[in-house]
């Protein structure tokens, strides 16, 4: 049992917080009592924390129940590391999901407060970045609706990745000082603490049986603490815990170097340890970066692994049961280190033989591919391993040599195989982590159809070959909690008042809407709703960008991470043919478009960060440009986050998945936007493909080369530059964007991105799907102008959502790879 819920078993006492009086007295009492304000003086700020803290108490006796039932009931439990947890604000989140939305707003505007203006001093939690952090905070939301032992691991990032802001149109890095004024929901445990070691040296000696013994000494040590967040279940009396490390130094002060006046010295061991947990993903880009996000990576895995064994013998005295009450989640490789610190604990700390100690690590991991690009499937440097963690490199190069040896009898007389398949890359003196996860795992998935059955033929081919069982799928999903019934209520309202709630805890439901595409009346209604939401994101738009967007424009939105391969290019490139067509009166009446742009390219990448700053250029000169009429809009919207998000994705009608068929694993954005009644424009791509064929052909758009055929050019040799000569659109964009067309401040400042595609062999197929591209959204202009078929097609895109729920997704985890059932009411 949790050391927070262990012991008693009397019953717990509970708050009353279900009356309108009672939350005021509440509010009152917490104001006063925690907040130390007086109601009659208190902000809205004094009263966001109020509220925060009334709700963390109801919270608090939920979770400590949860913890006992499931102690009680010694269930297998599912742990979960990831690096990243994008959980966006939490207020209104936790009054949905304890019912108390309507009475607290009601509460708020008795003591003369506004629960809308009230949460909108809440920051969104800096513990992530995009897809992997927002399907994680996704999935621990399900665990909880749907009761299953869940617990989540993560680091307490006290800047996160970054502000982003825009400066010139660059993209600027600023502190994420989300935590300027604490975090209302978190409980701080200073008495879980766990030591970190990092660097050192090993000795090797014979114990008293003759077994060479290992050990791990003069090491230097951080101190890991423990914060933990509370995570509800939608009308579930269930609570799943989010425990988040903080690095402290073993010594704070060096008195020594204080008195002899030395004041940097006398705290820098406080100051190197703390920068374990300052930034999501420091800059790798120099060596010193890259050791320390090893560092960060490692830190997380040992102070989890080393809660998870402590919370295991509270309750069984023997580790030898651990693969039969534990299971534990690998999220991507960030936590691959995760293996070789389980065997190290096991033999080292429990004196468990190697082989054994093998065989209890595998039996407790899986992990989750999310990548099919071979850059981000993470290695490590041989020679950063053996300084920074040498018993952890000792350990795989034993795993990799019992692997290899099952890997010769499999496939004997093919010593390439045992090249490909080993985890030590010998040409680059690197360890494959992605290798790591596959050996040390029961069971591997990947997370779209086509993504899984890609990495069985090509990413992971040879070990598939090897054990074929070990790798399933299980395609991502959103919880429709956050993205329908909390980003877009109205549309929720009217959903529910047709088909009933059941759909907000069973996401298959929706199906029962299908009907109601014919029903103009509900056609009306439901158009009427995203008329709102468009204005409510032009109105962001304006504030935040300052650029005029009309409701009666097609909003057409691509917001992610920037990256090459997400092909944000290609989307301008279509921008500035429809800006050419609009300027030379060509291509007849051209139907009026507000496109946006948003997302945060990591700091170090050069060419994402140089298509931001064109997407900026592009959009001044085309936003101030007469001759067109306000026909063609531009804006990117800066800090791309979930409350943005909720936002954004409510208010869009046309939603760009367009990444080259065979690099995106599965997306989720794509799946928050169909559900709130965008069409999809993309590329059989990742989850797309299960759009696709969900929605049915006709409701979505489709255009480009399939992942086969973009393997074959690749294979044929693929060459940009006859598209380019070809094709006098195409030719007309690039040259505008390599002339300075867009910035005659610094004519020469995008020519590397032509390069890039000219000459540098437009890795990701831009040139070559353009056209088509460009074809595609003449044809989702003209079922734009007809809004009965737009919006009965928004309807089927809504009402066909059910597969792609995060609840579906859990429940195949569960039965598929965990093994594991939900605790009864």
């Not at 004024?181 to 200073?190: A, I, L, S, V």
Request: net charge negative; aromatic share 10%; proline share 4%.
């Amino acid at each position: 049992m949790d050391q927070t819920a262990k012991g008693e078993t009397a019953g717990i006492p509970t708050l009353d917080i279900g009356s309108v009086d009672a939350i005021k007295q509440q509010l009152k009492s917490y104001m006063v009592h925690n907040v130390g304000v007086d109601p009659e003086f208190a902000t809205q700020r004094d009263w966001l924390y109020a509220l925060a803290h009334l709700v963390r108490g109801r919270l608090s006796e939920q979770y400590l129940e949860t913890a006992r039932a499931q102690y009680d009931a010694d269930v297998r439990r599912i742990y979960y590391l990831s690096m990243e947890y994008l959980t966006g604000r939490s207020l209104l989140k936790h009054l949905y999901d304890l019912g108390l939305y309507d009475t607290v707003a009601q509460a708020l505007g008795e003591l003369g407060q506004s629960l809308e203006s009230v949460q909108e001093f809440e920051y969104d939690a800096a513990l992530g970045n995009g897809g992997l952090g927002r399907l994680a905070a996704c999935f621990l939301d399900s665990m909880a609706t749907h009761r299953y032992p869940g617990f989540g691991y993560g680091i307490r990032y006290e800047f996160g990745m970054f502000t982003q802001r825009l400066e010139n149109g660059e993209q600027v890095e600023h502190p994420e000082t989300w935590l300027r004024y604490g975090n209302p929901w978190e409980f701080e445990r200073p008495n879980v603490i766990f030591p970190v070691r990092f660097r050192g040296r090993l000795t090797h000696f014979r114990n008293e049986t003759g077994d060479v013994v290992t050990q791990w000494v003069d090491t230097s040590d951080v101190i890991a603490m423990a914060y933990d967040v509370p995570v509800p279940g939608f009308a579930s009396d269930a609570v799943v815990k989010l425990r988040l490390w903080s690095a402290r130094a073993t010594r704070d002060f060096d008195l020594r170097y204080f008195n002899e006046g030395n004041y940097i010295d006398a705290v820098k061991d406080k100051t190197i340890s703390e920068n374990l947990s300052k930034v999501l993903y420091p800059m790798d880009t120099t060596l010193m970066g890259q050791e320390l996000r090893l560092m960060q990576e490692y830190f997380f895995v040992s102070a989890s692994l080393q809660d998870i064994v402590a919370r295991h013998h509270r309750k069984h005295p023997s580790l030898d049961t651990l693969p039969d009450k534990v299971t534990i989640q690998l999220n991507d490789t960030h936590p691959s280190l995760a293996v070789p610190e389980l065997l190290r604990l096991l033999i080292d700390h429990y004196d468990y033989p190697f082989d054994k100690a093998w065989a209890i690590t595998r039996g407790v991991f899986n992990y989750t591919n999310h990548t099919l690009l071979p850059e981000a499937l993470e290695t490590w440097p041989i020679a950063m391993l053996e300084a920074v963690l040498p018993r952890h490199l000792d350990l795989i190069y034993k795993i990799n040599h019992e692997f290899l040896q099952q890997v010769k009898y499999a496939f004997p007389g093919q010593p390439d195989v045992l090249s490909r398949m080993s985890l030590i890359d010998d040409a680059g003196r690197r360890v494959r982590m992605a290798h790591l996860c596959v050996v040390g795992s029961r069971k591997v998935n990947g997370v779209a159809a086509l993504h899984t059955e890609l990495m069985r033929s090509h990413v992971f081919a040879d070990f598939n070959r090897l054990e074929p069982e070990k790798f399933v799928n299980v395609t991502n999903g959103v919880t429709q909690r956050r993205w329908l019934l909390q980003a877009n209520r109205p549309l929720a309202d009217l959903i529910t008042g047709a088909i009933g709630d059941r759909w907000a805890s069973d996401l298959e439901a929706l199906k029962d809407l299908e009907p109601f595409a014919e029903d103009a009346e509900f056609r009306h209604r439901f158009a009427a709703i995203k008329r709102a939401n468009k204005q409510r994101l032009a109105a962001m738009v304006q504030d935040r960008c300052g650029v005029t967007f009309g409701p009666d424009m097609m909003f057409d939105t691509q917001v992610k991470r920037i990256h090459e391969y997400k092909r944000q290019l290609l989307n301008v490139l279509h921008v500035i043919t429809l800006y050419n067509e609009m300027r030379a009166g060509r291509g007849g009446d051209r139907q009026p478009r507000a496109v946006v742009f948003g997302g945060k390219s990591a700091p170090g990448y050069f060419t994402a960060k140089l298509i931001i700053r064109l997407i900026n250029d592009v959009g001044a000169v085309i936003n101030h440009d007469r001759s067109i009429g306000g026909r063609l809009r531009v804006a990117f919207i800066p800090n791309y986050n979930v409350s943005a998000a909720e936002i954004i994705i409510p208010g869009t009608d046309l939603s760009e998945q367009i990444s080259t068929a065979g690099t995106e694993a599965s997306g989720t954005g794509n799946m928050k936007f169909a559900l709130n009644g965008a069409l999809t424009i993309g590329t059989l791509d990742g989850a797309n493909i299960e759009i696709k064929n969900a929605v049915g052909d006709d409701n979505i758009f489709i255009f480009g080369k399939t992942a086969e055929e973009v393997g074959d050019m690749r294979a044929r040799g693929y060459h940009p530059r006859e598209y380019y000569d070809l094709n006098e659109s195409l030719r007309e964009a690039i040259d505008m964007i390599a002339s300075g067309f867009f910035n005659a401040d610094d004519p020469g400042r995008y020519l590397p991105i032509r390069d890039a595609l000219l000459s540098g062999g437009d890795h990701f197929f831009l040139l070559a799907d353009y056209q088509d591209y460009v074809d595609t959204q003449r044809r989702v202009e003209e079922a734009y102008r007809d809004e009965a078929v737009w919006v009965r097609k928004a309807i089927l895109n809504v009402a066909n959502m059910g597969m792609f729920s995060s609840d579906r997704a859990i429940h195949s985890y569960a039965r598929d790879i965990w093994n594991v059932t939900p605790l009864p009411r």
